[in-house]
């Protein structure tokens, strides 16, 4: 799936077969409503995948209620989703999110009952409002104190730890009923470039990377439903494509080493990453 923070209709000469299939593929943000405008109900006619909720979406919990059940009244199916990761900030604390450790406590403390308890706790809190997906865990190592995107959202840097507060995580929330998404891979924690705001890159050789992988390993040996993919670029696995638009990285590394059948979901197409270098139609169709 290509995940769009705000999308607009506009107008297909496509087949209606072809332009469901397509429109399935797209999660799509929108603009500052807390009920559902005409032009998201139009896309969710001609078959929208998803949704994600950002805090201009948010103004209570009965209201996202509200929200969610107007948006499944126009189709069950509908995927909506969240970044929910915890550690005091997100787009629901005023709709009374539980207000939990973020990851890099929890690494430190290294307790994996207490890193389920507060999955748990985020995920129910998700399920009382409808919202069936959160973007969370963060699967990225926390390498370089410079990095300016990943830090404390990681459970550290150690490979191991991580990974086992990911199944904790993973188990958690899928027990909920929720659908979590391990990101950003391969890993966004060697960069000192956050891809909101450019390319970024990490130089590191091919040996090095194999530790960051291993966090995505244990989530999809966990059963995770979902995982995001990084605006990276990783010249020791393809140097001329970041993540999201690399066969290389999402085919032959992620759906054949690591053996991932689950659904693959872009970071936000909008981050200069991939706005600015390639735009956010080509980057959704190169994604594709």
Not at 194 to 210: F, I, Q, W
Request: net charge negative.
């Amino acid at each position: 799936m290509s995940h769009f923070e705000h999308i607009s209709p506009g107008s297909t000469a496509l087949p209606v077969d072809l332009d469901e299939a397509a429109h399935r593929c797209l999660v799509a943000g929108f603009d500052g409503a807390t009920s559902v405008p005409d032009t998201l109900k139009e896309l969710i006619d001609r078959g929208l995948g998803g949704v994600i909720l950002f805090t201009r979406n948010i103004r209570d919990a009965q209201q996202v209620r509200r929200l969610t059940d107007e948006l499944r009244a126009i189709r069950p199916d509908l995927l909506v989703a969240i970044d929910n990761e915890g550690g005091g900030i997100g787009h629901l604390v005023s709709a009374g999110a539980p207000d939990v450790p973020g990851s890099y406590a929890l690494g430190v403390v290294d307790d994996t009952a207490l890193t389920a308890r507060c999955a748990d706790a985020l995920a129910g809190h998700l399920a009382t409002l409808g919202i069936t997906a959160s973007y969370a865990p963060v699967a990225d190592l926390q390498h370089r104190p410079d990095n300016p995107i990943v830090r404390t959202r990681s459970f550290g840097a150690d490979p191991e730890l991580a990974a086992r507060h990911l199944r904790a995580w993973i188990t958690a929330t899928e027990a909920r009923g929720i659908a979590s998404c391990a990101k950003h891979f391969p890993g966004h924690g060697g960069t000192v470039t956050d891809s909101h705001h450019g390319m970024a890159v990490d130089p590191r050789p091919y040996d090095e990377l194999h530790a960051d992988l291993e966090p995505f390993r244990a989530a999809v040996a966990a059963g995770v439903p979902m995982l995001m993919s990084a605006h990276v670029v990783f010249p020791a696995l393809d140097p001329g494509r970041p993540a999201t638009l690399s066969r290389r990285i999402l085919g032959d590394l992620l759906r054949h080493d690591l053996g991932f059948d689950g659904v693959l979901v872009s970071d936000a197409l909008e981050m200069k990453a991939i706005a600015e270098e390639y735009g956010e139609a080509v980057g959704a169709r190169i994604a594709l």
